[in-house]
């Protein structure tokens, strides 16, 4: 490897960011190119640690500099075949992306504080998968979150862009305060933040402690990742940019629960099938995520939201191999960061490639769309590229990572889990295809028309040409792959022609061809059809089963009224008290007053009676302001004494 690449390969986009405005002040170019060159030497550095992993040992190495001694923590770097895997993905599509910014964000206001943010985003997302320890973990966790939203909010002169900024910032704090309790029981319980420590001390501790951690790990992870029923974030943070889309659902955001939920594999080791219903719930959470996601996508007119909710399902079939796998050793681990390699190609192609479409027509309506296929051929044909990676026909990338899926679900022997995700498969054939239609090979629609349409920029269509070439070959690697993780599984390239793949395919085409059929072939479908079944499916889908809306009548609105209720018992009883206890202050001090001014005149009138005669007595004393003047001169003379007894002192 390079001379401290372990360390370099997140410092670089890191400290490159700081340089963003300095570059910016020299010209727009140098800016650009100074963003393309830093990342460009990150994954470099990034990719020389390769040989060292591919060829070095199964467990790895960490590497580690004086921190925070004071509580005994270091900043550190472990160095194995999970970070360096997920580092090489995050810095090579960030490169991709970086570059296709060149032409999809030209000309747009503020791209010194895009590109400040985008590098900033990779560094963190590095520096997350790197750490050694929780603590440093955690932080580049928040760093990673703060640039998600700042990145989704980045045309921040609209009022939705913010709103959505803002609920991405929000909602992913659930799992934020979910994975930070995670880190305290295990510091609580075993003093140390390090993972080393952590998997040599793990199994001293209950198993109720081990649960304890690994349910609120998973809620930490679930939430990050989209997962369902917190999933919703997810389509808001569309409001960004495409290309920050593509780098939010290929290498970074959504993809920091699944490589914590793989860390935590290799730090729990043998004690995972001991910890009650974890794994079920990870299998069941995912299984269920990738049929609603799936269905989720089919019912969006958004054409940024077919691979918005395509990612909620395609993370849902890594959660239900990883909830299959009872060690890092085990078939379903490897399929889960197999496909998650396999989703990061055909994802990122699917939102570049759509990326163009919006560049040329202005729209995400798909509705508005339509037989744009010979106007923006090599359009066209990336989205075809997409078609086939996504669903997974043979031998594209996902068909063996799906079917590894599928063969791990077999092993666990739950029929319905198994049957749940062949339905999630067959509506990612259906959604895909009717993004193709509706987009590409229907007639053109007036909006079409009108439009001045033509091929997006050259620099746009080679990064997607890149990735495209990566969909198609990926699968041929699966085995080179595999040595890497030093998983010891084995992917059979005969399974193409076997029964699996036989039923695989029916699997896509119970899918695909009553889409083909609505959509294409018989436009003019009986309408009582389309009015009982298909509207009340799209309506129901097209509002996302109606889950934002649950949250913002009964857990938004709950929590409106609490407040409200609050707020009104603070102003009815709270705020009154200093009036009530002023109020009582003032008519007890008035009458002390009154009755020490009457007990003073009472005392000094007897008095003056008892040894005054008439004659001796003042004529001024008669309005009763003796005892006034004589408080004041009482007063006086403590004040007096109070000074003098300061000087003494002093």
């Known amino acids: 490897m390079l001379p401290l690449a372990p360390w370099l390969v997140w410092i670089i986009p890191l400290a490159s960011s700081l340089l963003i405005p300095v570059m910016n002040r020299i010209s727009d170019k140098a800016r650009d190119y100074f963003a393309v060159v830093s ?16 060829f070095g040992p199964a467990v790895g190495t960490d590497l580690t500099a004086p921190w925070l001694p004071i509580i005994g923590v270091t900043a550190g770097i472990v160095v194995d075949p999970l970070s360096i895997l997920f580092a090489n993905l995050i810095s090579f599509l960030g490169l991709i992306i970086i570059v296709y910014s060149l032409g999809y964000m030209k ?51 609209r009022v939705e862009v913010v709103r959505a900024g803002t609920k991405v910032f929000l909602m992913t704090r659930i799992g934020d305060v979910s994975f930070l309790a995670a880190i305290a029981v295990l510091y609580a319980n075993l003093g140390s933040f390090s993972f080393s420590y952590t998997m040599a001390h ?44 593509a780098l939010l659902h290929g290498a970074t955001m959504v993809k920091a629960g ?29 299984a269920l995520t990738a049929f609603i996601g799936a269905t989720l996508a089919f019912g969006t007119p958004d054409i940024k939201g077919v ?5 909620v399902s395609q993370i849902g079939f890594m959660m239900a191999a990883f909830g299959t796998a009872s060690s890092s050793a085990a078939l379903g681990w490897f399929a889960g960061l197999f496909h998650l390699m396999s989703h990061a190609f055909f994802q990122s192609l699917g939102f570049l490639a759509i990326g163009a479409i919006i560049h040329m027509l202005g729209t995400r309506d798909m509705r508005k769309m339509g037989g744009i296929r010979k106007l923006m051929p090599v359009t066209f044909a990336l989205c075809i590229v997409v078609l086939f990676a996504r669903t997974g026909v043979p031998p594209f990338a996902s068909f063996f990572s799906k079917g590894l899926i599928v063969k791990s679900l077999l092993i666990t022997g739950d029929l319905l889990q198994l049957i749940i995700v062949y339905g999630a498969i067959a509506l990612t054939f259906a959604y895909t295809l009717r993004f193709t239609i509706l987009t590409f090979l229907r007639g053109q629609s007036d909006y079409v028309k009108n439009a001045n349409l033509h091929e997006a920029p050259k620099i746009m269509l080679i990064a997607c040409i890149i990735l495209a070439i990566l969909c198609t070959v990926w699968g041929f690697v699966a ?27 029916f699997v896509l085409f119970l899918g695909g061809f009553p889409v083909y059929l609505y959509y294409y072939k018989m436009d003019g479908i009986e309408s009582t059809f389309k009015t009982k079944f298909i509207l009340p499916l799209s309506t129901v889908a097209g509002n996302g089963f109606y889950i934002d809306k649950f949250y913002d009548r009964f857990v938004g609105g709950g929590v ?25 202050a003032n008519r007890f ?31 001024h004393d008669v309005d009763g302001s003796l005892p006034s003047y004589l408080v004041v001169f009482l007063v006086g003379v403590l004040i007096l004494v109070v000074m003098i007894l300061m000087t003494i002192w002093v």
Not at 108 to 137: A, K, P
Not at 141 to 156: H, I, K, P, R, T
Not at 596 to 618: E, V
């Open 258 to 286: 699944v490589y914590l939920l793989a860390r935590v594999f290799i730090l729990f080791g043998p004690l995972i099938p001991l910890i009650p219903m974890w794994l079920e719930s990870i299998a069941w959470i995912g």
């Open 307 to 311: 691979p918005a909710y395509s990612t």
């Open 479 to 505: 085995n080179l792959f595999a040595s890497f993780m030093h998983v010891g599984q084995v992917v059979q390239f005969s399974e193409i022609f076997s029964i699996p793949t036989v039923i695989f395919v």
């Open 202 to 245: 793990i199994g001293d501790l209950p198993l109720s402690t081990i649960t304890t951690v690994a349910f609120l790990i998973l809620g930490g992870a679930l939430v990050k990742s989209a997962q369902f029923p917190l999933h919703t974030w997810l389509y808001t943070a569309m409001e960004a940019p495409t290309s920050v889309s």
């Open 589 to 619: 001090t008035s009458r002390v007053h009154s009755g020490f001014d009457i007990a003073i005149s009472k005392i000094l009138y007897f008095t003056r009676d008892r040894w005054l005669s008439k004659d001796d007595r003042s004529p």
């Open 39 to 54: 990342i460009f030497v990150t994954f470099l550095f990034a990719a020389s640690i390769i040989p060292d992993v591919y």
């Open 107 to 157: 000309d747009e206001e503020g791209l010194s504080r895009y590109y400040f943010f985008l590098t900033f985003f990779l560094g963190s997302m590095i520096g997350l998968v790197m750490s050694d320890n929780f603590l440093q973990m955690f932080i580049f966790w928040e760093m990673v979150g703060l640039c998600s939203s700042a990145l989704v909010s980045f045309w921040s002169k």
């Open 560 to 584: 409106a009224k609490i407040s409200r209720g609050v707020r009104t018992a603070e102003y009815s009883f709270f705020e009154r008290i200093p009036t009530y206890v002023s109020h009582g």
